[in-house]
């Protein structure tokens, strides 16, 4: 297995940059995804790594060797794409294996490996099936299995569970997680526009945007620490609220003046150069809460809709000082709220993010 190393990479058609000054190194036996909005070049990067588009600019290592115009085949990965790409006239061993006979592997060797990744992957019972007698979850694992006989440096997934319905997904995810955790000196590279499977499955997060990365770090540290607007907004479903405000005055932590009038604190440091700036904050829904036991309230909350999920009450409230006019707040429980009723809603000064200029001042 081995460590990976971007250094500078970028990615041109022409005129276009796609990816520019991407620096990110991966240890082994980390698991790293990458997400971002379409477009963002999370799926160019990947097939970079691969071998299958070419880098445009600075350097890829694997295992501390220069890949940049090494072959695909000879870079150590192996790739799991959407589709399962499977011979359909073989059965799930023969699919399995046939990297290996193409490598001129002996009998003895390909079995072990195909018997060791079906062991892994609770394929053993299926390998004499052919692919069409298989679900769709069950046909993800055998694309993942024949990339896991070929023990590569590095498994790359480009969003492998995107093809399958809701239930399977989650099933899937779930058995990936439990495949990593049995290969805990592997490292992959997992791309996914899904925040559940980013927020559940990495060890560590690459957000990508605008041909860049916004931010790198553990799941849980994008969500209670985002860098910036961008991360706070695309981390986190539903999305961060964000109002307009003013720096009343700095310290240890930032009192706000709001577009009321009314003043909070947020448990955030900021300079003294900042007082009177124009500022953002930043509440995430399931922060938001209606104001009880002599909490002060700052919001006053309309409901326009309710949404009762059981588990949880998400309510949404139309608000001109928001950036798209909308406020959302996620209530746990069922919240008898109906459309038209005014909430007093409030949030812990350590919930509340402030950015100035796009940037969280944690980061200032």
């Known amino acids: 297995m081995a460590d990976l190393k971007l250094a500078g990479v970028a990615k041109s ?34 097939r970079m790594i691969a071998g299958l588009e070419q880098i445009s600019g600075g350097t890829l290592e694997i295992g501390g060797q220069i890949m940049n115009d090494v072959p695909p085949a000879q870079r150590g990965i192996a790739m799991v794409f959407q589709s399962y790409a ?19 592997k002996s009998k003895e060797e390909i079995s072990q490996a195909v018997e060791e990744a079906a062991r892994k992957l609770q394929l053993t019972e299926y390998l004499d099936r052919l692919p069409k007698a298989l679900s769709g979850g069950q046909r993800q694992r055998v694309a993942i299995g024949r ?20 239930a ?21 590279i997992y791309v996914t526009h899904d925040q559940v499977e980013a927020m559940t499955l990495a060890d560590r997060i690459v957000v990508l945007a605008g041909g860049g990365i916004a931010q790198v770090g553990a799941p849980l540290d994008l969500y209670e620490r985002p860098a ?40 955030v440091p900021s300079g ?27 919001i006053d909350f309309r409901v326009d809709l309710v949404e009762k999920l059981g588990d949880t009450t998400v309510l949404y409230s139309h608000d001109p000082s928001q950036n798209d006019g909308q406020m959302i707040a996620k209530q746990p429980g069922i919240v008898h709220a109906e459309p038209g009723r005014v909430l007093q809603m409030t949030a812990a000064p350590q919930k509340i993010h402030v950015f100035h200029k796009g940037v969280s001042l944690r980061y200032l």
Request: glycine letters at 8%; a negative charge; aromatic letters at 6%.
């Open 147 to 166: 990339a896991i006989v070929r023990d590569p440096k590095v498994y790359l997934f480009d969003e492998p569970l995107s093809n399958l319905d809701a």
């Open 13 to 46: 058609y022409g005129a276009v940059e796609v990816l520019r000054n991407i620096d990110l190194e991966i240890d082994q036996g980390e698991l790293v995804v990458f997400v971002g909005p379409s477009g963002c070049g999370k799926s160019t990067l990947l």
């Open 86 to 104: 499977l011979y359909p006239h073989m059965t799930v061993r023969d699919n399995m294996s046939f990297s290996l006979q193409l490598a001129g």
């Open 228 to 267: 910036n607007t961008f991360v706070a907004q695309f981390i986190g479903s539903p999305a961060m609220n964000l109002f307009e405000a003013e720096v009343a005055a700095t310290g240890p932590q930032t009192r706000l003046r709001l577009a009321t009038g009314a003043e909070i604190l947020a448990d």
């Open 168 to 188: 399977l997904r989650v099933a899937t995810r779930i058995e990936i997680a439990q495949l990593k955790a049995s290969m805990p000196e592997s490292t992959m």
């Open 272 to 298: 003294e150069a900042l007082a009177g700036a124009k500022v953002q904050y930043g509440i995430r829904p399931e922060d938001l809460v209606i104001a009880e036991n002599g909490a002060m309230p700052f």
